[in-house]
């Protein structure tokens, strides 16, 4: 799964399957450090790197962290099983249950996307926020097209998509107040701020720590309700945020528990799952989770603190935050992938070898109903710019027949896969 910013008819992304980033523009991160961009490019690299904070801060993102490194567990033990691998494969042949795991978090997700009309104005009924929480769904919410005469009464539902996609707008708005993107799901939130809460309609970083906390609830659409309505004038973000981690218990697999308490569980058995799928411990990863596990312990967000007392602007401010919570690896419109790396200068194994598996995997079960892989035209544009010789034939659709290196080739060895027929 992954989280599209679209922006001016530019697709960047975020890959939660495998730490991914892919920027259609430039990165201020390379492989030998930090460079200045164009404020269009630093603030979308702002928003794909504030979902994978998302992703390893939260309740909701690890929970889809670990269904991820389990689905991919499930898929390396269904293609060791086998001397012929049929293609594509579909993950109910290999995960108990997939569909109505999807189906849960299809219901709490709600929607990307509102293409039925135009929003003039927005409708929230309080039985519809009532029932969101009795059904453990997405809330409802209304849409009056004054444009067009018509009335929405079920216009879109506001769930976990809505949540964090608002939260990386706004916070990417901090960077380039003129960026664009469609209202749903970008600017979601805000509609419903303005609407329900007019005294704190200025406040944006309010929102985004009122965002930032409805992550770590079971169900984010309808706790950003209540925590909404909790908000005050002389309460900042960062008030909040710790309002609600040190003095709100969670009642966690039967146990009321604080909330660090439970952080530190899902944490812990997100790290493991990991470290079985790739058969090795984890280093890099393991010292960025220390460090989230820390700051959950204290009740408190070094992002929210970053975003109220720095400049997210600069690669000084950037330096700082990565140095805390790491940063996955990177494609981008003017480089190879860049990788976390170790003091000796090499990538880090658990990021390579995820990311090898993500292109697999994504080939083997026709991601998106594609048999190209997913890297072709990254490749493809690498092979022109820089003369190398990385693509071939078979990287159309038969990648297992490759014989150049290559993330790809390189991954099927390391996965023992190399071995295998694929037909």
Known sequence: MGYDSIINGRTNKYETTSFHIYLEGESPITHTGYK????????????EYVHYIQQITTPCGIKYNTFFINTLFLFRGFVDDRETVPVPVTPDEFIQG??????????????????SGNIGAIEIAPADIAKAKINDTAVNIGVYDFENDRVFEEGFQFGYMCVIESMAHLIQSLVNPDLYHREIPYKSAQ??????????????????????????????????FEILESANKEE?????????????????RGKEMPNYQMMHILMDEFLNRWEALLGNKLIYMKKMMENCKY????????????IYKEDLSTNETLDKLIDFYGFPAIDSKCSDIV??????????????????????????????????????????????????ELIDQHCAELQWRKQLPCLFTNGLSYWRMSGKVFE
């Open 191 to 224: 509609l419903i701020y303005d609407k329900i809460r007019p005294d704190l309609k200025d406040d944006i970083k309010l929102l985004i720590a009122i965002c930032y906390t409805s992550l770590f609830f079971n169900n984010p659409g309808h706790a950003f």
């Open 36 to 47: 200045v961009v164009g404020i269009r490019d630093h603030a979308s690299f702002v928003h």
């Open 339 to 388: 990788y976390p790396r170790d003091n000796t200068n090499k990538p880090y194994i658990e990021t390579a070898a995820l990311l090898s598996l993500e292109l697999i995997y994504a080939r083997i079960t026709e991601h998106d109903k594609k048999k190209e892989c997913i890297r072709l035209p990254i490749c493809d544009r690498i092979s022109r710019e820089n003369d190398k």
């Open 98 to 115: 997939a569909k109505e795991f999807e189906s849960e978090l299809r219901e709490k997700n709600g929607s990307k996307d509102f293409l």
């Open 236 to 252: 900042s973000g960062i008030q909040l945020y710790q309002r609600y981690m040190r003095d709100h218990s969670r009642t966690f």
């Open 295 to 306: 700051e959950s312990a204290d009740g408190d967000s070094v992002l929210l603190n970053f």
